[in-house]
C-alpha cells in the first residue's frame, strides 16, 4: 500500500536534472557585464599564451633610430610600430603583449599562495575555534590594518626587491582577506545539520573540515580570488613603479611606467598605453569576479 | 541487558559554577528492537538527550552519567575515534530539517557511498561498483521513484520526503542496531509525514532496530511506539507504555498535552492550551518544575520537588499522580492551591 501512496504524492515529474555546470552558466551569463569580463579575461589569457606569436617585435629588441616614435596614427608615426616605441626604442605592443604574461603569472601565484593558505588558516581558525582563532584572527586583523602598499613595501625590503620577492609580498597582503572569509563561511557552515550527520557517521575532524565543511565555503572564496587577482595586478604594477618589483628591462607594466614617467610631457603614449593595459585587466577581473559573486551567492540567487 | 542503558543522564553547558541544565536524572532503556517515543515541547531537553546519545554535546557542554552504556560498552570511556567507529555504525540519527541534513555539495549517490566507504563490509569497502549499486538498492528500500536519476541529483534538486527518504537511506547503510529518528516528520506536509513514518516503521519491523521517536506531536507516538517517556523542562516527568498512558495519563502535564490535542477540543471554538512556557535557565521554579502551569498545583507543589515514583514502567513525577478518571489522588485538596504564579 505505501508503495501506491508514495507513487502519487512524491512527485514523479520526469527526472531530468540540470547539471552543476549548466545551472551555473545560466546565472552566469546573465549579466553582459559579467560576459564582457570574462570575454577580456579570456583575450588576455590567449595573449599571453601567445605572446612570442602574436608580439610583432621581440619584448627586449632597441631600434635605435626609432626611439620615443609616437603611435602609428599621430604625425611621425610608423607602421611597424603600432603604439609607438619608449626611450630606447623598444616597440611598446610588444611589451605589452609580453607584459601580460608577468601580469597573469603575478595574479596566479599570488592569489594562489594567499588562498591556499588562507583557507587552512580560516579553515582552522573557523573549526577548532578558542585560543587557535583567537591568535589567527588577532594576527590577521593586524595585517589589515597596515595600508596594503605599505605592508607590501615592507615585505620586499625585507626580502629584497625583485618580482618573485613581489609575489610573496603581495601574497601576504591579500591573506587576511581570505582567513576572514574562509572563517566566516566555516562558522556559519559547521552548526549545519549535515555536518553533524557526517559527524554521527563516523567522519573524524579533518574530514570534516577538508572534505564536509569546505566544498559548502568555496563560493565566497572563488570570488574574493577573482577580484583578488586584480588587486594583485594593481598591486604588483604599483610595486614595480617604486622600483621594487619587476626589475628593468622586464617588460612589466609597473616598471614601464616608471622608466618612461620622464617623458610624459614630450611623449605621453610611453606612459597612456601601460596604464590603460593595466585597467582593462583589472576591469575584466573585476567584471568577471562580479558576475561569479552573483552566480555563485546563494543570497542573491534569484 | 538492555541495548541502550542510561541512568542519572545530566547534560549541562556553560560554567562549572553557574551551570545551565540542559537535562537531568534521565533514566532510559532501550531494548534491541523496541519502539520508544519521547515527547515533550519545545525546549524540554529531547534533543539534547539525544545528541548525548550520538557524542555531539561539545565542549562546553558536559555530560555526565551514572551508567551510559550502549550494547555493554560504557560511551563515556571510549576514546573519540572507537567512539566514532561505534557509533557510525550501531546507532545512525535523522534529524528534523532533511535538507539541512545533506550536504548540499555532493550528490545523493557520493553522500550514500561515502559512509559505506568506511563502514561497509570489506568487499563494499574495495569496490566502488559495488558500493554504488548497494546506493541504489538503498534507495529502492525507502521507495525513492526512479532512484536511478536520484543518485546523480544534488540536494536542492529533491523535495523535503524524498530528502528525509534519502537521510533513511543513509541512516541505514549500515545496518544500526539503533536508530534516534529527531523529529523526522515536523518538516514535512502531513501526506508526506505519514508515508515517511510508516517508512521507519516498516524498516524498523524488517531489520528489528530500535527506534527512538522523538517529537512532540503525540498522535505519532500513540500509533507507532510501545513505550513512551514524557519530558518536561529537562527532566523524565511520566514513563509509561501506550496505550495505557493516553488513555489514563498520570501526571498533569501528560493530561495537559493531551486535552491540547486538535481531536480532543473538536466542540470548542478555541484550543485548549497549556499557559506559560517551559522553564528556562533563569525563571526555574522551585519544587515541581511545573507547578506554574499546573492545574493542581498546591502549596506542597511550589516546596517539594516530587520523585519519580510508581510502579516501574509505569512512573510519573508527582506528588499527587492522577488516577483513571483523572483526578489527582494521595489526598490532594483543591483548598490547599497555592495562588499560582501570574504570568
Redesign the interface.
Known sequence: MSEAVSAVADDVAPVRIEGPWREFWRAYAQSRGALLGLGLTVALILCAIFAGVIAPHPPYEQYREFTLTPPAWQAGGTKDFILGTDPVGRDILSRLIHGTRLSLLIGLISVAISLSLGVVLGLVAGYVRGWVETTIMRLMDVMLALPSLLLAIAVVAILGPGLINAMYAIAIVLLPHYVRLARAAVIAEAGKEYVQSSKIAGAGPLRLMFSTILPNCLAPLIVQATLGFSSAILDAAALGFLGLGAQPPTPEWGSMLADALEFIQRAPWVVTFPGLAILVTVLAFNLMGDGLRDALDPKLKR | MALLEVEDLRVEFGSEFAPVVAVEGIDLALDAGEVVGCVGESGSGKSVTALAV?G?VEFPGRVRARRFAFAGRDLLALSE?QH??L???E???????PL???????TVAFQLT??LR??GSDAERASARLRRARALDLLRQV????PE??L???PH?L?G??AQRV?IA?AIACNPKLLIADEPTTALDV??Q??VL??LL?LQRERGMALLLITHDLAIVAETAQRVFVMYAGQVVETGAVPQIFEAPKHPYTQALLAALPEHNRDRSRLKAIPGVVPGQHDRPTGCLLHPRCDYAVRRCSVEWPALAGPPGSEARCHFPLDAAGRPTHGWRPRDSCDRRQR
Open positions: 550520538m555531539l575515534a566514532r567507529a557509533v557510525g555504525k546507532i545512525a540519527m535523522i534529524f528534523q530539517d539541512a541534513s545533506l550536504n548540499p555539495c555532493f561515502e559512509t568506511i563502514h521507495e525513492i521513484p526512479d536519476a536520484r546523480t541529483a544534488f534538486q523535495s520526503g524524498m537521510m543513509m501526506t508526506v505519514a508515508q510508516e517508512l516498516r
